[in-house]
């Protein structure tokens, strides 16, 4: 696609170079501009989305044995999130495997979250693995927890 065009494009420019040459050098400086503007904006979000923190642990007594994840959203970025969608991590102490198999399930909590704030939210732990649990540091209390991915969605 692109070789097809830069040959019409070199077509074009010697069979009418006074034309050509004015509507490519305005072609360029709209790019340039368009390019810039596109970095700046690409630059904010990954900055906005970078000074979101979210931290995850089991923390039964602060939510309750049914829901014992504790998910803690902080929003330290300029701009209010209007929805952030992630998925769970569970890892067994100093290993790197996943022990996601049925955690890959997308959570999301829809709501404004302004500049500065901070919510705790409580979710109830999907089944690890079934052959995780054959051994006392394989339980959910004794797991690494995070998050594996995360979108963030600020408002406009």
Not at 70 to 92: G, K, L, Y
Request: glycine share 4%; hydrophobic share 50%.
């Amino acid at each position: 696609m692109w070789i097809v065009l830069a040959l019409i494009v070199v077509v074009l420019l010697f069979v009418f170079p006074r034309v050509i040459l004015p509507v490519l050098a305005v072609a360029l400086i709209a790019g340039t501009i368009a390019g810039v503007a596109y970095f700046r904006e690409r630059q904010r979000q990954l900055d906005s989305e970078a000074a979101v923190a979210m931290v995850v642990r089991y923390d039964a007594a602060a939510c309750s044995d049914q829901q014992p994840l504790s998910v803690v959203i902080s929003n330290a970025s300029e701009r209010t999130i209007a929805s952030i969608a992630w998925v769970f991590s569970a890892r067994r102490q100093g290993y790197r495997s996943e022990l996601t198999g049925p955690w890959l399930k997308e959570y999301r909590h829809d709501g404004p979250l302004a500049p500065g704030a901070q919510l705790q939210l409580c979710y109830p732990a999907p089944a690890i693995d079934e052959y995780a649990f054959s051994r006392d540091a394989d339980r959910l209390e004794n797991l690494a927890l995070g998050i594996r991915s995360r979108r963030v969605l600020f408002e406009p």
